[in-house]
Every structure is written in structure tokens, then in C-alpha cells.
């Protein structure tokens, strides 16, 4: 079955260029994807070295990634690639929407034009990140919501463990809530909360409370937490391993010889250390519990990041986790 | 002035060895310390090698670091080390507590023993942060309460200001709120409520709100946050750190002789990021708005840990910065 791709062509910090060339790798590989990119015709048709499988939809708008009120953004500005590309989505002229540019904007988009699932409140904002095995866990929410309350935690774990069952292909996902300390009385009264209600859901496989210290040594598969909580521990590990790469760097550079020679023999090394890190390869962030797939390429995404995006939403589009969860909430009724 | 320490000498995964032991390094280095040795008196005096300005005062009763209920723990073994030396804190006969042994069950000794500065309603734990320029940061409240108000964080800006100004030598320490972003309408209404109290508080430097991913890049001197979030972020940042430097290891390991030779050549080079990253050299995390300095050292500390804790005491006694702190509420009355 053909899988049709809404491409917001010019966000992200590098598009539409980089936007585009991940489009290419991912056309040469899935012969079943159509790619609908939305943009400005004059920048993206010269980069577009194969047509085939490819329209423009021409726009000059787009939402700037500085916009700090995206819900207005999507309002006043109903021409750009952003908005036309969810449109195609909601009008189910294309399966999914992909986006480097504006977080914000694209939430916006997700929930105000592609819609929520109906049973869920609240969609969650999800990236797998890195582990120290390569397996790698599912974390949400990452800061779609700034508050949440313990029912959209639960519906967090059933989201989660959808996603790493069908696009990663675990078959019993270990749930893990985020808290303070293991014991099950652990935590402010939203956590309690939480605690309970996913000890008595047993359509998931709660394993109880896990730390933020042991993430990256792969306690759980998914991790459950509010979007305030969710966005500064990826924020804090983020930022701790760019801080340590910036400071091995600044160590080698500032060494002398023995330390730039000794870094040259241990560059495989090193690489294999950014590369388990590298957690793009993964794929983007999903807004998930809506009606359609929506991910979110970073910023600063360059082609191989939005091809790993592109992968990413193939599986999510061939496993149909998004049909499956619909159906599981509608049996639930 | 003579300085008394109230030392829980049973607290700790070394202990006794390791807590005598930075007791001894310290006393060397400060002759205005006495030591007040609380534990087994049959295992402390067989290390002490040097008995001039310690004192042992005797139990055999101790707080194991696994009971997880630390109030009963607290009022159950009211001959324990722990409560036997926040006692002496309380009735005069020292002038701070420092403990290696369970965080939860030091945290109500300095709370239901030492007691609060009466103004202060939620005492935060704080711990001096690395960052890559050296200087580090100081982050309250790591987890000694597991929700706060507005009030409490700002509360927690004064007292962060103090020990930054008094500890530190920071004349005027910048002071951000950790927030998922840093336009002032980010957050949840808790971030939203304390940046306006923050924002009025004139006795402090505020500067806004801070992201995660930029606190080892030294973005404040200072930052504020509620008990759950700080001690989520504290967890990712020392995870993270340990998981990378695992990583860099076991790619040395299974790297071969290239790589071997290169760690070699580079040793100095790493030695050094571990240095930076070795936050334990800035001291233990202080139960911050007591009467008196509470220290918790970390219980896998060594001598050396230890020793830390104690130099950072000493310059909290003698900068007076509690007593700074009592004042400075007072005439706010």
C-alpha cells in the first residue's frame, strides 16, 4: 500500500536543502512512499534530482522557528508549508506529517488540525533515546503538556507501549514511571496517583517507579512522565552529554601532542561514543495520540536525520500503530 | 573561633575508616576544628591516630541506609549515631551536623532535631554543580520536598544568593528558574507564579528562567527549582555523566591496541574531565535553611569526599552565612 508523506519542506534550519535530500535517500529506499512536499517551488524544484513520487505544493508562507505563539502562527497563517501539509493530512490526502521547523507550531498543527484520538486528552510528545545496549527506551511526555494529570500518564504508558511493541518490535515493553526513589509510596501525589492506576492496568507491563540516574542503563522501555518533568530530564541529559563531548574535546585540544596523537588512535572509539548517542538515528519525536502520525525532525536536522524521520514514519505507517491504537480504545469502550 | 563538628562517624558505605579518616586530613589542615565522633567507639579509636581536638561520644546504635521510613527511623533509634549528633547541634554543644549515612533519615534530623529558621517553611537540599568552566552552580531543592510553592522557590533563590555570595565569593549571583523554556510565560503556574515573585524579589539578582541543557555551560550561578523536577534533573546530569564515561571505557576496552595506546597517551586528558566532572571536590549537598549547617556527603564517599564536606563547613561557619541567612529574615519581618 502506498504511504503518502506530507514534507513541511522549509523547516528546520536547513531547508529546504537538507529537507529535501533526506526525501531523496528515502525514495531511492521505499518505492512505496509518495512525497508530497510543501514549499516554496522556486528553492525545492532544482534540488530535486528525481521527480518521480515527488509533487510541490507551492507556498511562499512559513512559520519561523522564533515564533513564540504558535497557536496564533497556525492561525494567521493558513498558507504556510506547515499548515498545508497538516491540512493534507486531516483532508487524508496524505497519511503523515513530518517537520523540522517550529516545536510549538507543529503541536499546534497536530492537535488543532490533524486531531487527537478521541479518547485521549492529552497527546504526548515521544523521542526513543539512547541506552547504554543500543536498545534504546521511549520517553513521554517530553513537553507537549506543561502540566498532566495521573489519567494521561496511564494513557502515556498504553501509547508508549504501542509504539515499542509495533515500531520497535518489543514484545512484552517494560513500563517504568519517572520518579523519585523506587518504593511505590514514592513521589508528590501526582506520581502516587500515576502509580496506582498503572498497577491496575493490565493491558501494559508496569515494572513500578524508575530513576532518572538509571535511564541510560536501560531500566525500562517506556518512561512515563509529566511533559514539565519529561522536558527537563531530556533537556539535562542532552545537555550533560554535549557538555562532556565539548569538555573531552577542549581536553584533547588543550593536551598537547601525546593527548592529539592518543585521540587520533582512539577516533573509532570515539565515533562508536557519538554514535550510541546519536539518538536521531531513531528517528524523530512523535506527537502521539492523534489520528495520523505526526514527527518532529530536529532543528537542525541535515539529510540523514530527516531519512532516519522518514524511516521511522514508514514503520509506524506499515505496522498501522496509529489504527491499532484507535481500535484499542474503541474496544476499551 | 573554635568550630564544632557534629560528625555521624557510622554514616556511610566506608564508614567508619573513611569518615575518621577525612576527619583526620581536616583536622590537620584546620586547628580551629574540634570533632565530635559519634559512633563505635571499638571501631573509631583503633584509626584514630591523632586523638588532639576529637572527641568520641559512644553508640552502637546506627540508621542503615536501606530504611525507607526515615521519621520512624529518627524517632525509633533515638540513640543512633545520627540522632545522637543532631542533638548536640540542637543543644548547643556543636555547630554542625555532618552525615555520610541515609539522606532521607539526615533530612528529618535537620528538620525535626536541628529545626528550621522559623521564616523558612521548606528547607531545600542543595549541592554545588559542575559546569565546564569550572566555576559550577549551586541547584535547590534537589529532593527534600516532593512538591513546592511559588513562595518555597523563591525562598530557595535567597538562600542559593547566600550561599553563593558567603561560600562561593560570588558578589552578586546571577539566579535563573529552571524552566521548559525562557520567555517568562513558560511553564506550568508554579514556574509561572515564582518567576513573578521572583521578578519583584529585589534582594536577589534574577535573570529569567533557564533550560536544562544549558546548566553545565554555566547559564546562572544560581538555580531554583521544586524538589521533584531538581532531583530528576540532579539524577539525569549524574547518569548521564556516569553512563558516557562507562561508554568511553568499555569502547577502550573492546577498541583493541590502537585504541589502548590511545587512552594512554590521552590520560591526562581524561583524568581531567573527570576532575571537572567530580562534583564531590565542591563539598556534600547542604539541608540549606536550618539554624545551623546541615551536610550530607555522599555515601559512597572516601576520605577525601569527606574531607570536602568538612572544608565546606568550616567556611560556612566561618562566613556566618546561617547566621547571615537568620538576620537577613529577621529585619524582612
Redesign the interface.
Known amino acids: 500500500m502506498k504511504k503518502k508523506l506530507a514534507i513541511d519542506a522549509m523547516g528546520g534550519d536547513f531547508a529546504p536543502k537538507s529537507v529535501v535530500e533526506g526525501c531523496l535517500s528515502a525514495q531511492a529506499k521505499y518505492t512505496d512512499i509518495e512525497f508530497i512536499l510543501f514549499g516554496d517551488e522556486a528553492q525545492i524544484k532544482p534540488l530535486l534530482t528525481d521527480t518521480s513520487r515527488m509533487t510541490i505544493v507551492h507556498t511562499t508562507e512559513k512559520i519561523d522557528s522564533g515564533e ?1 505563539d504558535p497557536v496564533k502562527a497556525i492561525r494567521s497563517k493558513r498558507n504556510s508549508s506547515l499548515v498545508l501539509a497538516a491540512n493534507a493530512v486531516k483532508n487524508g490526502e496524505a497519511d503523515a506529517l513530518i517537520s523540522a521547523g517550529n516545536t510549538g507550531a507543529l503541536l499546534a498543527s497536530g492537535i488543532f488540525i490533524v486531531g487527537r484520538i478521541k479518547q485521549i486528552d492529552r497527546p504526548g510528545l515521544m523521542s526513543t533515546l539512547p541506552t ?1 545496549d543500543g536498545k534504546g527506551f521511549d520517553m513521554l511526555d517530553l ?1 507537549a503538556n ?2 498532566n494529570t495521573a489519567r494521561h500518564l496511564q494513557h502515556f504508558a498504553v501509547l508508549g507501549s504501542f509504539y515499542a511493541q509495533n515500531v520497535r518490535g518489543i514484545a512484552k515493553p517494560r513500563v517504568g514511571l ?1 520518579n ?1 526513589g523506587s ?1 511505590a509510596s ?4 501526582l ?1 502516587k496517583e500515576a502509580y496506582e492506576l498503572l498497577a491496575a492496568d493490565d493491558t501494559i507491563h508496569f515494572i513500578g517507579n524508575v ?7 536501560g531500566v525500562a522501555d517506556v518512561v512515563v ?1 509529566d ?3 519529561g ?14 563531548m ?3 574535546k ?3 585540544t ?2 598537547g601532542m ?2 592529539k ?10 565515533y ?2 557519538k554514535d ?2 546519536d539518538y536521531e538515528k531513531a528517528g524523530g519525536a512523535v506527537l502521539f495520540g492523534l489520528k495520523a502520525p505526526v514527527i518532529k525532525s530536529h532543528g537542525s536536522s541535515k539529510a540523514d536525520a530527516i531519512f532516519a524521520t522518514i524511516k521511522q514514519t514508514h514503520k509506524m505507517l506499515e505496522t498501522d500503530v496509529v489504527g491499532k491504537l484507535v481500535q484499542h480504545y474503541q474496544e476499551d469502550k
Chains 1, 2 share one sequence.
Do not use: H
Open positions: 513564540s547504554m513537553g506543561a502540566e519517572l523519585n518504593e514514592k513521589g508528590a501525589p506520581q530513576e532518572a540516574r538509571d535511564l541510560m542503563a512522565t511533559g514539565f518533568t522536558n527537563a530530564v531530556l533537556k539535562s541529559i542532552e545537555g550533560t552529554a554535549s557538555s562532556l565539548t569538555l573531552l577542549a581536553s584533547i588543550n593536551g601525546r593527548s596523537l592518543g585521540a587520533l588512535f582512539m577516533k573509532k572509539s570515539l562508536q561514543l550510541t548517542l
